[in-house]
């Protein structure tokens, strides 16, 4: 069970735009403030990027941009505050999409909600079991998660064809030939049920998705430090990629950590 008194008090400094001083929300069991700030709109109002879907990302970086820490992974930058939001963010989605490098940089395994977020989950009316859908462009993904009923591969016509006949058909996304067609994938997922989709990355499937203006909001952390040179930043890949214009939506504070919510135009 979660110790919720080791979770830092946030300040609201802006909600939806407007400076909200004074504000603030301790950590509470199914953290209803939070998870009121960060909810997904509603079926009825979800007219996002995607058809039916809201697509939202999640990353942190440090103060000088870096994308992970001296161990190349985002553990090493994170802390409580970051821990609070990403519980939320994942209690709120029906699908975390993540990209096949990211899952084997940063160990991905199982996703579970935690004890105390199940009934924000609930009340929310999210999908059951939150659903890993990890991003192969050449069907590479650990045997592990290939051997787990919720997890998703989301790969094109070529890189199903690696992955061989043993995966169920119904644990497959394939969109694209030889590379993988991003909104199709969504739109697929979000056919399914799934159309509370948060990703985490990595910095190269974050600069495809907001390439092909697929993302509705970002959240990003900054962590309280600076590493130097050598980290990709949280979006990374060809740098003459079309900018992205975001509008500040919401802005919380813990101590020295900043966490934003920005919509993207």
């Not at 979000?190 to 974050?206: D, F, S």
């Amino acid at each position: 069970m979660t110790n919720l008194a080791d979770r830092p008090t946030f300040d609201l400094l802006v909600a939806e735009g407007t400076t909200a001083s004074g504000t603030i929300i301790p950590p509470e069991t199914d953290e209803p403030g939070l998870g009121l700030l960060l909810a997904h709109p509603t079926t009825s109002r979800r007219n996002g990027a995607v058809a039916g879907a809201w697509v939202r990302a999640n990353m942190i970086a440090t103060v000088d941009g870096a994308a992970w820490g001296h161990d190349h992974r985002s553990g090493s930058i994170n802390g409580p505050a970051d821990l609070r939001v990403f519980e939320v963010l994942r209690a709120l989605a029906d699908v975390v999409v993540v990209g096949a490098g990211t899952v084997r940089a940063e160990g991905y395994g199982t996703l579970d909600v935690p004890e105390h977020l199940r009934g924000l989950r609930a009340e929310a009316r999210c999908a059951d079991e939150l659903v890993l859908a990890v991003v192969t462009r050449a069907g590479e993904v650990p045997a592990h998660l290939l051997a787990d009923p919720h997890v998703l591969v989301v790969t094109s016509a070529e890189g199903a064809a690696c992955l061989g006949p043993d995966l169920p058909s119904e644990r497959l996304v394939v969109a694209g030939t030889d590379d993988v067609d991003l909104r199709a994938a969504l739109t697929d997922l979000a056919g399914r049920g799934l159309g509370r989709i948060l990703t985490e990355g990595g910095p190269h499937l974050l600069a495809d998705l907001l390439a092909h203006g697929l993302v509705d909001d970002l959240c990003v952390t900054t962590s309280p430090t600076a590493v130097g040179p050598g980290a990709d930043r949280i979006v990374a890949g060809d740098p003459g990629r079309p900018a992205a214009d975001l509008r500040l939506a919401t802005l919380l504070r813990a101590r020295d950590v900043l966490v934003a919510r920005w919509r993207v135009a």
